[in-house]
Protein backbone atom coordinates (compact mmCIF):
# COMPACT_ATOMS: atom_id res chain seq x y z
CA UNK A 1 0.00 0.00 0.00
CA UNK A 2 1.60 3.29 -0.89
CA UNK A 3 1.33 5.83 1.78
CA UNK A 4 0.72 9.81 0.85
CA UNK A 5 3.82 12.39 2.48
CA UNK A 6 2.56 15.64 2.64
CA UNK A 7 0.45 17.49 -0.17
CA UNK A 8 -2.93 16.98 -1.37
CA UNK A 9 -4.11 13.69 -2.96
CA UNK A 10 -7.25 13.82 -4.62
CA UNK A 11 -9.54 11.01 -5.36
CA UNK A 12 -9.82 9.56 -8.65
CA UNK A 13 -11.61 6.60 -8.59
CA UNK A 14 -11.16 5.81 -12.67
CA UNK A 15 -7.21 6.31 -12.30
CA UNK A 16 -6.80 4.98 -8.94
CA UNK A 17 -6.99 1.26 -9.53
CA UNK A 18 -6.37 -2.09 -7.82
CA UNK A 19 -5.65 -5.38 -9.64
CA UNK A 20 -4.17 -8.23 -8.80
CA UNK A 21 -1.20 -7.16 -11.26
CA UNK A 22 -0.59 -3.62 -10.26
CA UNK A 23 -2.19 -0.49 -8.50
CA UNK A 24 -2.38 2.85 -9.19
CA UNK A 25 -2.28 5.99 -6.82
CA UNK A 26 -3.17 9.65 -7.45
CA UNK A 27 -0.67 12.48 -5.70
CA UNK A 28 -1.40 15.61 -7.62
CA UNK A 29 -0.19 15.44 -10.90
CA UNK A 30 1.94 12.46 -10.26
CA UNK A 31 0.40 8.38 -11.05
CA UNK A 32 2.38 6.22 -9.21
CA UNK A 33 2.52 2.70 -10.44
CA UNK A 34 3.07 -0.11 -8.37
CA UNK A 35 3.96 -3.66 -9.67
CA UNK A 36 2.70 -6.51 -7.23
CA UNK A 37 4.75 -9.79 -6.24
CA UNK A 38 5.36 -12.26 -8.69
CA UNK A 39 5.81 -9.98 -11.89
CA UNK A 40 7.59 -12.60 -14.15
CA UNK A 41 4.81 -14.98 -13.73
CA UNK A 42 1.88 -11.92 -13.78
CA UNK A 43 3.28 -11.16 -17.07
CA UNK A 44 2.76 -14.21 -18.83
CA UNK A 45 -1.28 -13.44 -18.33
CA UNK A 46 -2.73 -12.20 -21.49
CA UNK A 47 -5.62 -10.47 -19.66
CA UNK A 48 -2.97 -8.41 -17.45
CA UNK A 49 -1.37 -7.22 -20.76
CA UNK A 50 -4.45 -6.08 -22.03
CA UNK A 51 -5.51 -4.68 -18.50
CA UNK A 52 -2.25 -2.69 -18.36
CA UNK A 53 -2.35 -1.41 -22.04
CA UNK A 54 -6.06 -0.29 -21.75
CA UNK A 55 -5.26 1.62 -18.70
CA UNK A 56 -2.33 3.34 -19.61
CA UNK A 57 -4.39 4.57 -22.83
CA UNK A 58 -6.92 6.03 -20.26
CA UNK A 59 -3.90 7.81 -18.37
CA UNK A 60 -2.74 9.36 -21.69
CA UNK A 61 -5.85 11.40 -22.30
CA UNK A 62 -5.73 12.29 -18.59
CA UNK A 63 -4.66 15.97 -18.99
CA UNK A 64 -3.96 16.86 -15.18
CA UNK A 65 -1.42 14.00 -14.92
CA UNK A 66 2.18 15.34 -15.82
CA UNK A 67 4.61 12.59 -14.60
CA UNK A 68 4.60 8.24 -13.97
CA UNK A 69 6.41 6.50 -11.33
CA UNK A 70 6.73 3.12 -11.93
CA UNK A 71 7.81 0.82 -8.75
CA UNK A 72 8.03 -2.85 -8.19
CA UNK A 73 7.00 -4.67 -5.47
CA UNK A 74 9.67 -4.93 -2.75
CA UNK A 75 9.01 -7.90 -1.20
CA UNK A 76 11.07 -10.19 -3.10
CA UNK A 77 14.27 -11.04 -4.60
CA UNK A 78 14.88 -10.11 -8.17
CA UNK A 79 17.49 -12.47 -8.82
CA UNK A 80 16.11 -15.57 -7.31
CA UNK A 81 12.52 -14.50 -8.90
CA UNK A 82 14.14 -14.17 -12.06
CA UNK A 83 16.17 -17.69 -11.56
CA UNK A 84 12.80 -19.23 -10.28
CA UNK A 85 11.10 -18.25 -13.20
CA UNK A 86 12.92 -19.48 -15.86
CA UNK A 87 13.47 -22.86 -13.90
CA UNK A 88 10.09 -23.72 -13.75
CA UNK A 89 9.30 -22.49 -17.40
CA UNK A 90 11.85 -24.64 -18.99
CA UNK A 91 10.67 -27.85 -17.36
CA UNK A 92 7.81 -27.64 -19.39
CA UNK A 93 7.11 -29.05 -23.19
CA UNK A 94 6.69 -25.59 -24.85
CA UNK A 95 7.70 -22.35 -24.62
CA UNK A 96 4.27 -20.52 -23.92
CA UNK A 97 4.56 -18.51 -20.97
CA UNK A 98 8.26 -17.35 -22.46
CA UNK A 99 6.68 -16.30 -25.52
CA UNK A 100 3.99 -14.57 -23.73
CA UNK A 101 6.58 -12.47 -21.30
CA UNK A 102 9.01 -11.64 -24.40
CA UNK A 103 5.18 -10.19 -25.90
CA UNK A 104 4.47 -8.29 -22.52
CA UNK A 105 7.58 -6.96 -22.44
CA UNK A 106 7.80 -5.66 -25.91
CA UNK A 107 4.21 -4.20 -25.36
CA UNK A 108 4.82 -2.29 -22.20
CA UNK A 109 8.17 -0.87 -23.57
CA UNK A 110 6.61 0.45 -26.99
CA UNK A 111 3.75 1.53 -25.11
CA UNK A 112 5.89 3.84 -22.67
CA UNK A 113 7.96 4.99 -25.36
CA UNK A 114 4.38 6.66 -26.55
CA UNK A 115 2.94 8.09 -23.60
CA UNK A 116 3.06 11.70 -23.31
CA UNK A 117 3.73 11.81 -19.55
CA UNK A 118 7.52 11.81 -18.28
CA UNK A 119 8.06 8.12 -17.17
CA UNK A 120 10.15 8.19 -13.51
CA UNK A 121 11.29 4.71 -12.87
CA UNK A 122 12.40 3.65 -9.34
CA UNK A 123 14.87 0.82 -8.15
CA UNK A 124 15.14 -0.35 -4.33
CA UNK A 125 16.78 -3.60 -3.53
CA UNK A 126 17.30 -6.41 -6.00
CA UNK A 127 16.76 -5.73 -9.42
CA UNK A 128 15.14 -7.69 -11.72
CA UNK A 129 17.28 -8.23 -15.00
CA UNK A 130 13.83 -7.10 -16.93
CA UNK A 131 13.16 -4.41 -15.03
CA UNK A 132 16.79 -2.70 -15.42
CA UNK A 133 15.69 -3.22 -18.70
CA UNK A 134 12.51 -1.67 -18.64
CA UNK A 135 13.81 1.19 -16.81
CA UNK A 136 15.95 2.16 -19.53
CA UNK A 137 12.85 3.27 -21.92
CA UNK A 138 12.19 5.86 -19.03
CA UNK A 139 12.48 9.16 -18.74
CA UNK A 140 13.98 9.53 -16.06
CA UNK A 141 15.36 6.98 -13.03
CA UNK A 142 15.99 6.87 -9.85
CA UNK A 143 17.94 4.19 -7.36
CA UNK A 144 17.41 4.13 -3.59
CA UNK A 145 20.56 2.92 -1.87
CA UNK A 146 20.18 0.36 -1.05
CA UNK A 147 19.91 -0.89 -4.86
CA UNK A 148 21.80 -4.08 -6.55
CA UNK A 149 21.50 -5.19 -10.27
CA UNK A 150 22.34 -8.72 -11.03
CA UNK A 151 22.71 -10.35 -14.67
CA UNK A 152 21.01 -13.37 -14.15
CA UNK A 153 20.27 -13.95 -17.46
CA UNK A 154 23.89 -15.41 -17.69
CA UNK A 155 23.21 -17.72 -14.80
CA UNK A 156 20.54 -19.39 -17.06
CA UNK A 157 22.71 -18.93 -20.80
CA UNK A 158 19.92 -16.68 -22.43
CA UNK A 159 19.94 -13.16 -23.29
CA UNK A 160 18.43 -10.71 -21.62
CA UNK A 161 15.53 -9.65 -23.33
CA UNK A 162 13.38 -5.81 -23.32
CA UNK A 163 15.78 -4.01 -25.07
CA UNK A 164 18.70 -3.51 -22.88
CA UNK A 165 21.20 -3.94 -25.07
CA UNK A 166 19.56 -1.55 -27.49
CA UNK A 167 19.26 1.23 -25.09
CA UNK A 168 22.97 0.87 -23.42
CA UNK A 169 24.55 0.77 -26.49
CA UNK A 170 22.97 4.29 -27.39
CA UNK A 171 23.27 5.84 -23.87
CA UNK A 172 27.07 5.09 -22.96
CA UNK A 173 28.48 2.67 -25.83
CA UNK A 174 29.39 -0.99 -27.31
CA UNK A 175 31.93 -1.01 -24.90
CA UNK A 176 30.43 -0.18 -21.80
CA UNK A 177 27.71 -1.82 -22.98
CA UNK A 178 29.98 -5.32 -23.07
CA UNK A 179 30.93 -4.50 -19.52
CA UNK A 180 27.56 -4.44 -18.19
CA UNK A 181 26.05 -7.30 -20.34
CA UNK A 182 28.39 -9.95 -20.37
CA UNK A 183 30.53 -9.42 -17.56
CA UNK A 184 28.79 -12.28 -14.76
CA UNK A 185 28.75 -10.01 -11.92
CA UNK A 186 27.00 -7.49 -9.79
CA UNK A 187 26.73 -3.76 -9.26
CA UNK A 188 25.70 -1.07 -6.55
CA UNK A 189 23.91 2.22 -7.56
CA UNK A 190 26.74 3.92 -7.39
CA UNK A 191 28.57 1.55 -9.92
CA UNK A 192 25.37 2.07 -12.25
CA UNK A 193 25.05 5.84 -11.52
CA UNK A 194 28.62 6.18 -12.82
CA UNK A 195 28.08 4.28 -16.03
CA UNK A 196 24.67 6.98 -16.53
CA UNK A 197 22.00 4.05 -16.93
CA UNK A 198 20.69 6.15 -13.36
CA UNK A 199 19.67 9.52 -12.57
CA UNK A 200 20.18 10.22 -8.79
CA UNK A 201 20.60 8.00 -5.75
CA UNK A 202 18.45 8.62 -2.46
CA UNK A 203 18.25 7.31 0.65
CA UNK A 204 15.82 4.22 0.75
CA UNK A 205 14.84 5.87 4.06
CA UNK A 206 12.37 8.67 2.63
CA UNK A 207 12.69 7.45 -1.09
CA UNK A 208 9.12 7.75 -1.84
CA UNK A 209 8.87 11.45 -0.60
CA UNK A 210 11.99 12.22 -2.53
CA UNK A 211 10.56 10.23 -5.49
CA UNK A 212 7.43 12.56 -5.77
CA UNK A 213 9.39 15.91 -4.95
CA UNK A 214 11.02 14.84 -8.41
CA UNK A 215 8.52 14.05 -9.82
CA UNK A 216 6.53 17.04 -9.13
CA UNK A 217 9.16 19.53 -10.35
CA UNK A 218 8.63 17.74 -13.74
CA UNK A 219 5.16 18.17 -13.32
CA UNK A 220 5.92 22.21 -12.88
CA UNK A 221 6.55 22.57 -16.83
CA UNK A 222 3.79 22.77 -18.69
CA UNK A 223 2.29 19.41 -20.38
CA UNK A 224 2.61 20.58 -23.71
CA UNK A 225 6.74 20.92 -23.44
CA UNK A 226 7.06 17.63 -21.61
CA UNK A 227 5.32 15.65 -24.61
CA UNK A 228 7.41 17.70 -27.58
CA UNK A 229 10.37 17.24 -25.53
CA UNK A 230 9.44 13.73 -24.95
CA UNK A 231 9.23 13.07 -29.11
CA UNK A 232 12.77 14.91 -29.05
CA UNK A 233 14.46 13.30 -27.12
CA UNK A 234 12.93 9.92 -28.14
CA UNK A 235 13.48 10.27 -32.03
CA UNK A 236 16.35 8.45 -31.96
CA UNK A 237 14.53 5.43 -30.60
CA UNK A 238 12.12 4.84 -33.66
CA UNK A 239 13.14 1.69 -34.91
CA UNK A 240 12.81 0.40 -31.21
CA UNK A 241 10.13 -2.03 -32.24
CA UNK A 242 12.03 -3.62 -35.13
CA UNK A 243 14.88 -4.12 -32.75
CA UNK A 244 12.38 -5.74 -30.29
CA UNK A 245 11.63 -8.08 -32.65
CA UNK A 246 14.91 -9.51 -34.17
CA UNK A 247 15.73 -9.62 -29.92
CA UNK A 248 13.34 -11.76 -29.67
CA UNK A 249 14.42 -13.99 -32.72
CA UNK A 250 17.90 -13.97 -31.01
CA UNK A 251 16.67 -15.05 -27.42
CA UNK A 252 14.23 -17.87 -28.94
CA UNK A 253 17.20 -19.50 -30.49
CA UNK A 254 18.82 -19.69 -27.63
CA UNK A 255 15.74 -21.16 -25.92
CA UNK A 256 15.36 -23.93 -28.53
CA UNK A 257 18.90 -25.03 -28.05
CA UNK A 258 19.60 -28.03 -26.01
CA UNK A 259 21.98 -26.22 -24.03
CA UNK A 260 19.08 -23.89 -22.36
CA UNK A 261 17.41 -27.32 -21.50
CA UNK A 262 20.42 -28.08 -19.57
CA UNK A 263 21.27 -24.93 -18.19
CA UNK A 264 23.74 -24.12 -15.07
CA UNK A 265 22.22 -24.90 -11.55
CA UNK A 266 21.60 -21.53 -9.96
CA UNK A 267 23.22 -22.70 -6.66
CA UNK A 268 26.39 -22.16 -9.12
CA UNK A 269 25.99 -18.66 -9.43
CA UNK A 270 28.87 -16.31 -8.37
CA UNK A 271 30.04 -12.67 -8.59
CA UNK A 272 33.08 -11.69 -10.73
Known amino acids: MIKTYGGSMKQHPAIEVEFKFFSTKIFDDVLWINFQKN ?11 DTLLAYLDKVAACDFIKAIVICSSLEESGHQAYINFFQ ?13 LCNAYASFILKIKELNKIIIHTACGNVLPLFLNLSLVCDYRIAADNTVYKNSYLDMGVLPIGGGAYFLSKMI ?56 LKRLIQFSTNDLKDYLEYENQEFFKIVHQHSYKQAVDPTTWTVL
Do not use: C
Open 173 to 228: GPGKTWELLALKKEYAAEEAMAYGIIDKIVPLNGFQPEVLRVAHQFGEVPGTTLSG
Open 88 to 100: AIKSKQNNLGLQR
Open 39 to 49: LLIQSTSLENR
